[in-house]
């Protein structure tokens, strides 16, 4: 009798227990929602559960994929609840984790956000499922909005990044190469023959900080270096190579032959040591130490006017004559989802574009605003050069976002090789061309 | 006359019955969405009355098996869960269109006949075989010699086990960054040129060392534990009988640990075959080579890496699982004969 009492006491723990699992783990996710509106509205939660309630406003949830930026988001957040009482929850994915990755589980588990980050060429992948913004009051202040063939205006610029050969202009100016002058060929390979010269002089390593290693920086040759071919020199809406590329598969060999001899000259003038197996670390900080003159990076890998001593600028990829232009755009945007929140992501962008919530983006978050009457100036040591290309309208678009999906994994090994000096200018061209052929015929 | 109370049977069957309504009815909330909070509770409390009266079901004949079945039950449902739900599941993926969010309709074989025209993974499947064959010789031969080594009477024994079987212990994703420093900027120190895994078959044979170094030391375990099992009366009569150390070797210590060789060539064929961290974290599977007439970007890219690749990076997830299943069917297959293979040789021997 003792055993089966004892027995029916162990079954009934269990069972309890089980049953608390259960309903702690349904639990924990609304604490762990209650908690991130806590961080998000710092102490007023009360009263602005009460706001809330008074206005009607249900939440909206924004999945972030800048881990770098979550604090100021979570002030962001904070600002929109202070200003309007609506309430903005912001989830945070990065690290290890992409945000198109989190957001396909999401999906399954039906627990999508009702505002998420995507980049250009993953707006297929969502089709017909994002709310078309088309009218509301931001799009008229801002040419980057994301347009949709089939779903409109779905994507809200929240920065503009840019891309080109950043150059230091205090090794420039002391080697008497006026960056202005290179727009073409012919300019560019004088200024590399001057720079490398003047190599003991000037203290530098290599006249390029230029990285074709493919495995951790195939994001940086197959896609953003790779963007120049597309879009170099080209308006912002010219999507004319890009068609190209898209219509499966094809490239203008000419303008790749003329690319090929330019990404020649960087191999040649690049520091070996850096070139095929180097790292992003190594290239930035050669930069930021004044070793290299040129980096073939963008204007987030010098972020804060602290890490540099030496003004910066971007140069073009003049690899034809006349090649004025960097690539400037939003190179990921936030998109409301059809079936959450269409209202409330609407409020928010239209706040969004307004004056409190670009002070926090740009001054404390570092982004570049992508709005016309944003009065801030961004601290980005590139912000000065960058936005006389924008003011000047010599900006092209960041076509290399809507290229198929992974396609710079096979092309940053073409550039590899190039740098190993395995193929030729020729060969670069044509490889580039059968190895973009394959991918699209899969 | 039932040996049976009438309240016994009535509990019983009432906490059957009402046990399977809550969870049909907790199952059937959740399915239609409702946010009713007590759903998991429902479930919960259905799936246990369910048992209850399972247990005190009136029955003699059976009742051992109703125990036995209420204990294995949560495993089963793990596994269940786990394993084969997700296996059947994936091989349905695997004749659909499905991207990872949405499935437009089934495309029948579709996914199976393009995976045979990818060049790139017929190159994945090949390189994955070599990486086998290369692996289960060496990570064996290495395993054994450091065994034989372990077993001697050599100084400082324990510290050489531990030191050996210590790499194991680093995750893979770690130890290929680790080593991606290592061949990046030692060794290219004493080489001169640019690190091994900037080149397709250097880049290779960097990924077969790191593997060694990584799993020797584990196999190494097993061998020692194989060899210290040899009984000492017949090692004894052999150096008796005059058996030299290289006779005793082949002719005594290896027939008698052929069942641990066994063992350890069947963890090393399937751990290669399913080699994922070192690949990725070492060289993500980039390198160039020509295969079939065409330029290849995948050039170590193995089978696990290729299939991760074409799901989540190329957000190909129907094509990705295709894939899986052959992955799987080979596994399977080569796993089977293997077994098949080194029983009969223990019988033989």
């Known amino acids: 009798m003792k055993k089966k009492l004892m027995s029916v006491l162990l079954a009934g723990a269990m069972v309890a227990s089980l049953v608390a699992c259960g309903s702690t783990s349904a639990d924990t996710t609304t604490s762990d929602n209650t908690q991130t509106q806590t961080e998000s509205t710092t102490t007023e939660t009360p009263a602005a559960e009460t706001t809330d309630t008074a206005s009607g406003a249900a939440p909206v949830r924004l999945l972030n994929g800048k881990p770098e930026i979550n604090d100021q988001m979570q002030a962001l957040a904070a600002k929109y609840q202070e200003e309007t009482g609506n309430v903005l929850t912001v989830e945070t994915i990065g690290g290890d984790t992409n945000a198109s990755d989190e957001l396909k589980k999401m999906y399954q588990a039906d627990n999508m956000p009702d505002i998420f980050v995507i980049e250009a060429n993953q707006a297929a992948t969502w089709d017909g499922m994002l709310a078309d913004l088309s009218g509301e009051d931001w799009t008229n202040k801002t040419g980057f909005e994301l347009?949709?063939?089939?779903?409109?205006?779905?994507?809200?610029?929240?920065?503009?990044?840019?891309?080109?050969?950043?150059?230091?202009?205090?090794?420039?100016?002391?080697?008497?190469?006026?960056?202005?002058?290179?727009?073409?060929?012919?300019?560019?390979?004088?200024?590399?023959?001057?720079?490398?010269?003047?190599?003991?002089?000037?203290?530098?390593?290599?006249?390029?900080?230029?990285?074709?290693?493919?495995?951790?920086?195939?994001?940086?040759?197959?896609?953003?270096?790779?963007?120049?071919?597309?879009?170099?020199?080209?308006?912002?809406?010219?999507?004319?190579?890009?068609?190209?590329?898209?219509?499966?598969?094809?490239?203008?060999?000419?303008?790749?032959?003329?690319?090929?001899?330019?990404?020649?000259?960087?191999?040649?003038?690049?520091?070996?040591?850096?070139?095929?197996?180097?790292?992003?670390?190594?290239?930035?900080?050669?930069?930021?130490?004044?070793?290299?003159?040129?980096?073939?990076?963008?204007?987030?890998?010098?972020?804060?006017?602290?890490?540099?001593?030496?003004?910066?600028?971007?140069?073009?990829?003049?690899?034809?004559?006349?090649?004025?232009?960097?690539?400037?755009?939003?190179?990921?945007?936030?998109?409301?989802?059809?079936?959450?929140?269409?209202?409330?992501?609407?409020?928010?962008?239209?706040?969004?574009?307004?004056?409190?919530?670009?002070?926090?983006?740009?001054?404390?978050?570092?982004?570049?605003?992508?709005?016309?009457?944003?009065?801030?100036?961004?601290?980005?040591?590139?912000?000065?050069?960058?936005?006389?290309?924008?003011?000047?309208?010599?900006?092209?678009?960041?076509?290399?976002?809507?290229?198929?999906?992974?396609?710079?994994?096979?092309?940053?090994?073409?550039?590899?090789?190039?740098?190993?000096?395995?193929?030729?200018?020729?060969?670069?061209?044509?490889?580039?061309?059968q190895v973009i052929a394959d991918y699209y015929a899969q | 006359m039932s040996t049976f109370s009438i309240g016994r049977k009535a509990v019983s069957f009432i906490s059957l019955i009402a046990g399977i309504v809550l969870a049909i009815a907790g199952l059937g909330l959740s399915i239609a969405g409702t946010g009713n909070a007590s759903r998991g509770a429902m479930l919960i409390g259905g799936v246990v009355l369910f048992f209850i009266g399972l247990y005190l079901f009136p029955t003699l004949k059976h009742h051992r098996s109703i125990i036995n079945f209420i204990f294995l039950f949560p495993l089963l449902f793990a596994f269940m869960v786990t394993v084969i739900i997700p296996l059947i599941l994936g091989i349905g993926y695997s004749f659909t269109d499905w991207n990872g969010i949405k499935m437009t309709g089934v495309v029948g074989l579709s996914n199976y006949t393009r995976m045979f025209k990818q060049p790139a993974f017929l190159w994945s499947i090949l390189l994955t075989f070599l990486f086998v064959v290369f692996n289960m010789i060496l990570v064996n031969l290495v395993a054994f010699l450091l065994a034989l080594l372990c077993t001697s009477k050599i100084k400082g024994l324990g510290f050489f086990r531990a030191a050996y079987f210590l790499p194991n212990l680093i995750g893979g994703i770690v130890l290929g960054y680790i080593w991606q420093f290592i061949f990046s900027n030692v060794v290219t120190k004493f080489t001169g040129t640019y690190s091994m895994l900037s080149d397709t078959n250097t880049a290779f044979l960097a990924i077969i060392i790191v593997y060694i170094w990584q799993y020797a030391g584990y196999i190494m375990l097993i061998y020692i534990t194989g060899l210290n099992t040899i009984p000492g009366d017949v090692l004894e009569a052999s150096a008796i009988d005059g058996a030299n150390k290289t006779q005793t070797l082949f002719n005594i210590k290896l027939p008698m640990i052929a069942p641990t060789i066994t063992i350890c060539t069947f963890l090393t064929l399937t751990s290669a075959f399913k080699q994922f961290d070192v690949n990725l974290a070492l060289t993500n599977g980039k390198g160039s080579v020509q295969f079939l007439g065409s330029y290849i970007a995948n050039g170590t890219e193995m089978l696990a890496l290729n299939i991760y690749t074409t799901a989540v990076i190329n957000n190909d997830y129907a094509l990705g699982q295709a894939k899986a299943v052959l992955f799987f069917i080979i596994l399977a297959v080569v796993s089977i004969v293997q077994v098949r293979i080194s029983n009969k040789k223990e019988v033989e021997l």
């Open chain 1, 147 to 433: 347009i949709d063939a089939n779903m409109g205006t779905i994507g809200f610029p929240y920065t503009v990044e840019a891309t080109a050969l950043g150059y230091n202009a205090d090794l420039l100016a002391k080697a008497g190469v006026d960056p202005a002058s290179l727009t073409s060929p012919d300019a560019w390979k004088a200024a590399c023959e001057t720079l490398d010269a003047k190599k003991d002089e000037l203290g530098i390593t290599a006249v390029f900080g230029w990285c074709a290693e493919p495995t951790n920086l195939g994001w940086s040759s197959g896609t953003h270096v790779f963007g120049q071919y597309l879009d170099a020199g080209l308006k912002a809406d010219d999507t004319t190579y890009i068609d190209l590329l898209n219509d499966g598969g094809k490239i203008d060999e000419a303008r790749m032959k003329n690319f090929a001899e330019f990404i020649g000259m960087m191999n040649q003038y690049s520091d070996p040591a850096l070139l095929i197996d180097g790292t992003y670390d190594n290239q930035v900080a050669g930069f930021k130490e004044g070793k290299y003159v040129f980096i073939t990076q963008g204007n987030w890998c010098v972020t804060s006017p602290d890490d540099v001593s030496f003004e910066c600028g971007f140069a073009p990829y003049a690899f034809e004559d006349g090649i004025n232009t960097i690539i400037a755009g939003p190179p990921s945007y936030w998109v409301a989802y059809a079936s959450g929140n269409v209202d409330g992501a609407k409020a928010f962008f239209n706040w969004c574009a307004g004056d409190s919530a670009q002070n926090i983006l740009v001054n404390d978050a570092g982004l570049v605003s992508p709005f016309d009457d944003c009065q801030y100036e961004a601290v980005n040591p590139f912000y000065k050069s960058m936005n006389s290309y924008i003011t000047a309208g010599n900006y092209s678009g960041w076509h290399t976002m809507l290229k198929k999906d992974g396609l710079q994994n096979s092309t940053c090994n073409v550039f590899a090789d190039y740098a190993k000096g395995k193929l030729d200018a020729d060969g670069f061209v044509s490889t580039m061309a």
